[in-house]
């Protein structure tokens, strides 16, 4: 669906960009040419950055780029040639990633849509590259740009681009100061976990729960390895010189304790647990919320399930951290479920009961 949004969107920036000549002729046949370039040339230097810095070359990352380089021909496409358009694409292409995958992550800024990384960031590069390559040889209605030996050009596309950040960014405020003293402006996090299609409109909007971006990347186990703890008990039992009994424990909660439940446990020595999504209601059933003036009633609601089998650390030890880590004091806050375990096996070494749960310090990175 992104590949098809993207050819679309490529597609129909043509008509963006060369319809803009208003007429079937050579500065129109221009400006589609140097589209075609630049998209093409954003496209492939945005997933070698990508290569480079990641390791791995991505499909999204190629629909991103040809966006991006259309993004940066746009206002030069009908001043420029092929090859400057050629140039302007490459350097968009670099210039939009590391916005994208570097500079939002060093600023931590809000961008779902990455609109500013690609649109406002490429836009202003292609603004800047007009001044630096454009020619009145492709259009004499233009001018020269600072390549061509004129610098008025480019003084004034950096006056235009100055002008225009001021105007976007003074307008937001206002209207952002506007819209916040009557509604609320940000959704919290509890809401942007469930899905805004839930908590708006009441419906899913996506086949699947597990969508990129939520801290459930999809149904996964999660192997903390990080913590020092590694007790006396342990290590016997890697050598065989006891056994201990197995009980599973379940921990249905919300979405947004994740992380402090996880570390929670990882303190006591818990390292292994398996995390996935789930949607569900207990006694919270019919209890009615109000979301921006709107009364709706709670059915099944978003829901993390963390299972983990343990041996020794003690039971309640975990029921207790678990119970301090996620509960709110609201209908909601979830369940804990234990189950007495009469044997596990460790498929890669046949190891069975306690062995088969505990960390032996020999186990690899799944």
Not at 20 to 40: D, E, I, M, R, Y
Not at 124 to 149: C, E, K, Q, R, S
Not at 345 to 363: H, S
Request: glycine share 12%.
């Amino acid at each position: 669906m992104t590949v098809l949004g993207a050819a679309l969107l490529w597609f129909g920036w043509f008509g963006f960009n060369a319809g803009s000549a208003l007429g079937a002729n050579g500065l129109a046949a221009n400006a589609f040419v140097t589209t075609q370039a630049a998209a093409a040339a954003a496209a492939v230097t945005w997933v070698v950055a990508e290569w480079i810095h990641h390791g791995k070359p991505t499909v999204l990352g190629g629909a991103s780029g040809c966006v991006a380089g259309l993004v940066a021909i746009t206002p030069a496409a009908g001043f420029v040639t092929p090859l400057a358009a050629i140039i302007i694409g490459a350097v968009g292409g670099v210039i939009c990633y590391l916005a994208v995958a570097v500079l939002k992550e060093r600023l931590g800024y809000d961008d779902a849509l990455d609109a500013f990384g690609v649109h406002g960031i490429g836009g202003t590069w292609g603004a800047i590259a007009t001044g630096l390559f454009a020619t009145m040889d492709v259009n004499p209605a233009g001018a020269d740009g600072l390549f061509y030996g004129d610098t008025h050009l480019l003084f004034a596309q950096v006056v235009s681009i100055l002008v225009a950040y001021a105007f976007a960014i003074i307008g937001s405020v206002i209207l952002y100061c506007l819209v916040k003293s009557v509604m609320k402006v940000r959704a919290d996090e509890t809401e942007e976990i469930a899905g805004l299609d839930i908590v708006e409109h009441g419906e899913r909007g996506y086949a699947s729960s597990m969508t990129i971006g939520s801290p459930l990347l999809s149904a996964i186990e999660i192997r903390m390895r990080c913590s020092p703890i590694r007790s006396c008990v342990q290590m016997a039992v890697n050598k065989g010189e006891c056994k201990m009994s197995l009980t599973k424990i379940e921990i249905i909660t919300r979405s947004t304790k994740l992380e402090e439940l996880k570390n929670a446990l990882n303190k006591i020595g818990v390292l292994g647990m398996t995390v996935s999504q789930v949607f569900g209601c207990g006694l919270q059933k019919g209890h009615t919320e109000v979301y921006r003036g709107k009364a709706y009633d709670i059915n099944l609601v978003p829901k993390i399930k963390l299972e983990t089998v343990v041996c020794e650390v003690p039971v309640e030890k975990v029921i207790e951290t678990a119970q301090r880590a996620v509960r709110t004091g609201s209908p909601g806050d979830g369940k804990i479920f234990v189950y007495p375990l009469a044997d596990a096996v460790r498929i890669r070494t046949g190891d069975r009961g306690d062995k088969a749960v505990m960390d032996t310090g020999e186990e690899q990175k799944v």
